[in-house]
């Protein structure tokens, strides 16, 4: 049994893998907005909270934007890329109960 759940754990890893293999500008945009997280303090996430959407959005994050927009399969690989770090930051600051 532990064998089989084992095996079930790497084919998923596997699957995952190669999954964020094929879309390399997920795995950008992902590592960008991580590391916004990851090194934004929680007072700089309350300000930029507080003042709408933050700053106008450059013509590169313009783009990846609208292509994750239009792709459902992308979509998901980028928010199973960013869900944990992310959401982990916005509970820490007190921005999600």
Known sequence: MARKIHLIAVGALVVAGIANAQYPIVDM??????QKYQNATCE?????????????????????IEILRSD???QA?????ISTPVVTKM???GMIP
């Open 91 to 93: 509970f820490q600051c």
């Open 77 to 81: 690989a980028f928010f199973s890329k």
């Open 29 to 34: 945009v992902a590592n960008k907005v991580i």
């Open 44 to 64: 700089q996430l309350w300000q930029e909270k507080a003042q709408g959407q933050g700053k106008p959005k450059s013509a590169e994050e313009q783009r990846a």
């Open 72 to 74: 459902p399969q992308m």
